[in-house]
């Protein structure tokens, strides 16, 4: 991701109802994971996500390509380090959880990224990742914001899985406003990340907590979820 839509996501993202409804599904998985441990998150930018894992008791650790996004996550008294997903400066078996949020499409060789969390894992650690889901909605987003693929369950499940993992569950999130989604993005020119009006975003905020309550997890959405583990 490049610098600007680093900054743009930073200013947005404690607001926008996108990334406060994946926080909130980040941290009802980490809650159903036991003690916390040693964490690492790849692809951190600013470190949104790894502030989540550092208030649930975790011993994070922000994790990024951009020289900016790692010095904006130090700004915010996180951890962080710069590190290529691919290559990762981690002694094998060193960490209970790997996050990985928006990172694989990013990279072309992503069967090497998913090597790198299984290396990384200790016996029993876990994976949480998160993929943009169905090259149905490629658009002028995915271009701006340096996408390579979008992903449907059996690609991502393949490629976890050929890494030595062991997928737990996999997930659609944003299914309800998945047809507001595509029909926006046909008309798109660009990146999607900007501010939303006030009464947009609340309306935007409802429905898509509402699907924490339905069965709808199983149907085409915009994003996938995926919980794997190493070993037993």
Known sequence: METTEIRRLIALEDTHWWYRERRAILRRELRGLGRPGRALDIG???????????????DATAADYCETAVEMARERGLKAVRADARALPFESGSVDLVTAFDVLEHIREDHLAAEEIARVLAPGG?????VPCDMALWSAHDDAVGHVRRYGRESLTVVVEKAGLRVDRVWSWNVLLRPFV????RRSE?????????????????????????PVKSFKGVTLFLRARLGR
């Open 182 to 185: 595509a029909r926006h993005r």
């Open 44 to 58: 951190a930018a600013g470190g949104g996500n790894t502030r989540v894992l550092a208030e649930e008791g975790w």
């Open 126 to 130: 876990h994976a949480l990742i998160a």
């Open 190 to 214: 660009g990146s999607d990340l900007q501010r939303t009006p006030l009464l947009v975003n609340a309306g935007l905020s409802a429905i898509v907590r509402a699907e924490r309550y339905l």
